[in-house]
């Protein structure tokens, strides 16, 4: 389970590891958006120091710096990997 907060506007994406998209999301300073996915999933932040993540009840806080792009992989094993992009 992903959850994201918006505590400024930020893009979202998430794609399967082979590229394929699965869905784009804007999400608005303020709310909340929870997505769960059974397979391994890339998720790319357009504005990580604009939000707060917790991943399987896990809080990952801040995953960036405001305005620089993140890409996040979350494997099978729900471990966690951590790319700067951009």
Known sequence: MIRLTATADCWVEFSKPGGQ?????????????????KH????????????????????????????QPVTLNFGPSHKIRHTTTG
């Open 21 to 37: 998209q699965l869905l784009q999301a804007y999400v608005l300073t303020g709310h909340t958006k929870t997505w769960r996915f």
């Open 40 to 67: 391994a999933v890339i998720m790319h932040i357009g504005n990580p120091g604009g939000i707060l993540l917790t991943v399987n009840g896990k809080d990952l806080g801040h995953p960036g710096a405001v305005g």
